[in-house]
């Protein structure tokens, strides 16, 4: 009886991580990708965000993410592997970024 508990137990762990869908890892990795969630810059839906507006010398700025859904797997992954000015280094792997895109192309409305 203790064994079958204790293995239906593990059955259950080890086999919920296959119960989130792609889209629901790749919606937790955009807010959440080791550093400062995606949706705070670029929005919920990664089609941009006005984060701050501001003023420097007299003259109002706007500190804003720029619209990441109509960009080719090619540069976003080169934006995602460089440094942007205004944007935290994240080091995510290929499927990481994969997994990023493939959620943007979806949720763009
Ligand atoms: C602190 C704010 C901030 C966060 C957080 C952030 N970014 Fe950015 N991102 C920027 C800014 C600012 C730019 C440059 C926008 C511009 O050039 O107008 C940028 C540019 C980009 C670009 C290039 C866009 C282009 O048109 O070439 C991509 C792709 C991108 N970000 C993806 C992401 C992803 C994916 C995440 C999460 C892993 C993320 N960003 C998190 C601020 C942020």
């Known amino acids: 009886m203790k064994l079958f508990l204790l293995l239906s137990l593990s059955v259950y762990l080890f086999g919920a991580t296959s119960f989130i869908t792609d889209e629901e890892y790749a919606s937790s990795l955009y807010k959440n990708p080791r550093g400062i969630g995606c949706n705070n810059c670029h929005g919920d839906n990664g089609k941009g965000k006005l984060v701050a507006k501001y003023e420097q010398k007299g003259v109002l700025k706007e500190f804003k993410g720029s619209d990441i859904t109509n960009i080719g797997f ?3 992954y080169e934006a995602l592997d460089t440094s942007i000015p205004g944007m935290p280094k994240y080091f995510l792997t290929k499927d990481e970024i994969e997994a990023l895109y ?6 763009k409305k």
């Open 102 to 107: 493939r959620y943007l192309h979806k949720v």
């Open 74 to 76: 090619k540069d976003f």
